[in-house]
């Protein structure tokens, strides 16, 4: 899949390098991420990636810069629901120096094209922090709605958090801001 700065190809185990390792275990970039309560070694994620690479329900990408191939985060639609088709969507920018500038944004209107346009999906939805206000104004520049809130769902330290669920339908979409 191929945007104005982004590629997004699949992630493979050879993608596990020191630098995707950093990420997974610098508490800055898992703050609002569930992987943040274990700690991550080389072959852990090299199992992981292993695993979401076999599963039918699951479309793991690297998120890379077009420019230069250089692998900056990765994005997964999945869980995907084939019989109500309809996947979840989770990102990350790992490469601090790539936040903020757009590219998680594209990275999700990327893969909400092929959601719909080549799996058939008739559904996409996502989960966030109330206080992750990137992740918010992402989904939502990419075109999801507000669906609803969960009260105090999350933990942030010593602070209970509201979830956030977005949504975006297959017929709301559209295309030409991919
Ligand atoms: C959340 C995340 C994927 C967003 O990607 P990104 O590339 O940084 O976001 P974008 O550059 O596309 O920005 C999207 C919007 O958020 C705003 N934004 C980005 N970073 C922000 C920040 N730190 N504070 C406030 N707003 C911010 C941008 O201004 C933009 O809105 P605008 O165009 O109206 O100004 C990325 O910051 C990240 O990976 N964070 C860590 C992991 C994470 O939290 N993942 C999401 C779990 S649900």
Not at 116 to 138: I, K, M, P, W
């Amino acid at each position: 899949m191929e945007g104005r700065h982004l590629v997004l190809r699949p992630l493979t185990p050879e993608d596990v390098v020191p630098g995707y390792l950093a990420w997974m275990n610098d508490p800055g970039v898992t703050r609002f991420l569930e992987s943040r309560f274990r700690s991550w070694s080389r072959e852990d994620l090299e199992a992981y990636v292993r695993a979401e690479r076999a599963c039918p329900d699951s479309v793991l990408l690297a998120i890379t810069l077009r420019e230069d191939g250089r692998h900056i985060g990765n994005i997964k639609l999945g869980p995907i629901d084939h019989n109500a088709r309809r996947g979840a969507i989770g990102l990350l920018i790992g490469e601090g120096d790539c936040r903020g500038r757009g590219y998680g944004t594209q990275a999700i209107r990327l893969i909400v094209r092929h959601a719909f346009e080549d799996l058939g999906l008739h559904r996409v939805h996502a989960g966030c922090y109330a206080t992750n206000v990137a992740s918010l104004a992402a989904f939502k520049k990419a075109g999801f709605r507000e669906e609803g809130r969960q009260r105090q769902h999350w933990r942030d330290g010593e602070t209970y958090v509201d979830g956030v669920l977005l949504g975006l339908l297959r017929e709301e979409w559209c295309p030409e801001e991919t």
